[in-house]
């Protein structure tokens, strides 16, 4: 286990002995220990093997076990029994976001609930407003948290889902039985959160490719199988679609399988408007008897109109006198009339991206040096990696003071002259927006970097008026660049605050300062569906994995996706300017 993940089961025992209703003293000694794992700067591995463990402030002798324990076996018994030993559904409620251990021991010692369902009866009955410390208020907010628990375990993030299908597609790919294999569906059209897998696959034999299909090792259960067609689910509760069709078949049914929903629905009324009707068989005649399925059979046979030609979806955009439409487009948002009057945009590329902003380092809730960030850099070809780690409101990820950021812009003026890496340094920070719209920086200190992240880690209980009005004064600072994970959403774990978007749009605008569309998969905030009217307005976009490790530097990729359903091209992202035009536009500011 690494130490982030001991340090999350650590977490886990003090919220479970919380909800015991333990010793207070001992339920903080838990968290504390959390806390002085999540902020060592060595590896957890190093110390345990010098035997350093007990050295490190907040960590006594029984909790330096249990860490060597989780660190050795990835397991940890006192754990598992504590879990155990509690009512399966109060752990369950510990699930529902904005209902802390307190609170459900206190709802368990006054209503006896014990289970998420007498819970939300509980709340539609009013009991649980009635009760001391608890009011209207904190009710509608458990049934809202109940009711996203539940929307939340239907989906799955793009990122984590992608993981799951890509193996599966190539899989596929290598069946000797088959030509081509696609993924569809919403995973194709790059949405932040995905509802199922769909592979599509063209065959003459189907078969083998079913059975491949239901006997993978992930799959957990096989919800349904037919000649052509299969479903399964796999461990962590993603299930998947495999439809099989002939290739004459294939681009039809590509299109059709990829959606959305409402794309195809404007697809086959311009068909019709045509005169033709579309479907995942074909584009056909529309007048005359038999279903599309058998028309479109008929019509191959008769090998007369040329509506037979079509064998990719560029040739089917084309037949309705379309441009090709990329996947993530396809949202029935305007793409086809775009399409008809050959105004989409060129969408952002990976390879459009010549740097990123905002990453993390061990200097402060980052699990990589300087150095080690700056070599992955490099090995994605960028030409400079910014470094913006917490400021120091953000105690609890290690934030800079200003002494220690000036400590930090030296190391990475002398890595720069050093020569080690083609790759430039550039010094930032994510500074927190105070509650009151302050920054958290001295504004000297400001000056002396190349660009400001602005950044709300804190009080996401106010209301819309007052975070408004908060994020707008952090962008009219003068050393503001640009405005990091706007609303703060988490997908599938936390809504964001309040804060009215148009607003902060238009005083980005007015300040010139860029917004983030932070490409941590599970953040891809500023959602999609804000920035191709924003960038029309003339926002900026700057695209940033929120990188905390080397790896985090891929979630580059999730961002382009997000770019790429919001309409924005090279030119409208920051990050696709090499690091001259990315100098001149910070001097410019
Ligand atoms: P998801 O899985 O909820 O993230 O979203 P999708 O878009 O992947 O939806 P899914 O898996 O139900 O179906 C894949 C595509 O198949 C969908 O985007 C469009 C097409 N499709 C499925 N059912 C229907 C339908 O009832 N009507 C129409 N027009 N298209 C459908
Ligand atoms: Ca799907
Ligand atoms: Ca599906
Ligand atoms: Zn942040």
């Not at 769909?198 to 003459?204: I, K, P, Q, S």
């Not at 349904?224 to 439809?243: C, F, M, N, W």
């Not at 600072?477 to 706007?486: D, E, Q, S, W």
């Amino acid at each position: 286990m690494t130490k982030n993940e001991i340090a999350g089961v650590l977490e886990g025992i003090g919220v479970l002995l919380e909800l015991k209703g333990e010793n207070p003293f001992k339920v903080r000694a838990y968290l504390a220990g959390a806390r002085a794992l999540e902020t060592l700067e060595e590896e957890v591995g190093t110390v345990i093997a010098e035997d350093r463990l007990q050295a490190i402030p907040g960590i006594g002798e029984a909790l330096a076990k249990k860490i060597t324990e989780l660190h050795a076996t990835g397991r940890l018994g006192f754990h598992e029994k504590l879990k155990a030993s509690i009512a399966p559904g109060l752990v369950e409620m510990l699930e529902i976001p904005g209902l802390g251990a307190k609170k459900i021991k206190a709802l368990h010692a006054k209503l006896g609930i014990s289970a998420v369902a007498e819970l939300a009866r509980a709340c539609a009955e009013g009991r649980v407003a009635a009760l001391d410390g608890f009011g209207e208020k904190s009710q509608e907010k458990i049934l809202a948290g109940i009711r996203n628990r539940a929307a939340y375990a239907r989906r799955h993030r793009w990122w984590e889902a992608f993981a799951v299908a890509e193996p599966i597609l190539q899989g596929l790919r290598a069946l000797p039985q088959v030509r081509c294999a696609e993924h569809a569906g919403s995973l194709r059209r790059g949405l932040e959160t995905v509802g199922d897998l769909d592979f599509l696959v063209a065959a003459e034999a189907w078969a083998p490719i079913v059975e491949w299909f239901i006997t993978r090792p992930e799959v957990r259960e096989v919800t349904a199988k037919g000649e052509t067609k299969a479903s399964v689910r796999y461990a962590g509760g993603l299930q998947a679609d495999l439809r099989i069709v002939p290739p004459a078949q294939f681009a039809f049914a590509l299109h059709h399988f990829t959606g959305s929903k409402d794309h195809n629905v404007q697809m086959r009324q311009r068909a019709l408007a045509r005169g033709l009707s579309l479907s995942e068989w074909g584009l056909v005649p529309a007048e005359g008897e038999g279903t599309a399925k058998e028309k479109a059979a008929a019509q191959r046979k008769s090998r007369s109109a040329k509506l037979e030609h079509i064998r990719s979806e560029t040739d089917l955009f084309a037949a309705l006198g379309l441009h090709y439409i990329p996947p993530e487009l396809r949202e029935g948002l305007g793409e086809i009339e775009a399409a008809e009057k050959g105004e989409l945009p060129r969408l952002v590329e990976a390879a459009d991206i010549r740097g990123v902003f905002h990453n993390h380092t061990t200097a402060s809730d980052g699990r990589n040096t300087l150095a080690e960030m700056v070599a992955a850099a490099q090995g994605h070809g960028w030409e400079y990696l910014g470094i913006a780690d917490h400021s120091k409101a953000s105690f609890q990820a290690n934030g800079l003071d200003e002494a220690r950021l000036r400590r930090q812009i030296a190391e990475i003026a002398a890595l720069n002259q050093s020569g080690r890496f083609t790759t430039q340094v550039l010094t930032g920070v994510e500074c927190d927006i105070l509650p009151d719209g302050r920054l958290d920086l001295d504004e000297a200190v400001l000056r002396e970097l190349d660009y400001v992240v602005v950044s709300v880690h804190s009080a996401f209980t106010q209301s819309e008026a007052e975070m408004t009005a908060r994020i707008i004064r952090a962008i009219e600072h003068p050393c503001a660049t640009m405005l990091g994970h706007p609303t703060g959403r988490l997908l599938l774990k936390r809504e964001g605050y309040p804060v009215n978007v148009a607003k902060v749009i238009d005083a980005a605008v007015a300040n010139r300062v860029a917004i983030e569309l932070n490409a941590h998969p599970q953040r891809l905030d500023l959602d999609w569906r804000h920035w191709r009217r924003a960038a029309e307005r003339g926002l900026c976009c700057v695209i940033n994995p929120d990188a905390h490790d080397t790896a985090g530097l891929e979630h580059v990729r999730a961002g382009i996706n997000a770019a790429r359903k919001g309409w924005l091209t090279a030119e409208h992202v920051l990050n696709t300017r090499g690091l001259a035009g990315v100098r001149d536009y910070l001097r410019k500011r």
